[in-house]
Nanobody, 121 residues
Framework: QVQLVESGGGLVQAGDSLRLSCAASGRFFSIVAMGWYRQAPGKQRELVAVIRSGGGPTYADSAKDRFTISRDNAKDTVYLQMNSLKPEDTAVYYC???????????????WGQGTQVTVSS
């Protein structure tokens, strides 16, 4: 069973920074991609950033120039450094991973439980 455990959310003021972490645990063969999504109240879940094995990161327009996604392959952990936070960044942030649980099998998508980020003005 694969688990994604997030940490690092909280309440901050506009202009502050936060760093989210998400660690994958359990039995699996390899991680193809890890990323972050967010869902604000009354809105659909949306991509924030994703980083793929052997490839560069991809960002939503709202995250470019302010957020940085990085990955520590040795720890199976993905990070999201969020700078210059705005009230509109307020949302539940979910970690997402595309994982081969065994060699030669299709990948499966896993989600973390979500971590709340609240930015006050």
């Amino acid at each position: 069973q694969v688990q994604l455990v997030e940490s690092g959310g909280g309440l901050v003021q506009a202009g502050d920074s936060l760093r989210l972490s998400c660690a994958a645990s359990g039995r699996f063969f390899s991680i193809v991609a890890m990323g972050w999504y967010r869902q604000a109240p009354g809105k659909q879940r949306e991509l924030v950033a994703v980083i793929r094995s052997g490839g560069g990161p991809t960002y939503a327009d709202s995250a470019k120039d302010r957020f940085t996604i990085s990955r520590d392959n040795a720890k199976d952990t993905v990070y999201l450094q969020m700078n210059s936070l705005k009230p509109e960044d307020t949302a539940v942030y979910y970690c997402n991973a595309d994982i081969h649980t065994a060699w030669g099998t299709p990948t499966s998508i896993y989600w973390g439980q979500g971590t709340q980020v609240t930015v006050s003005s």
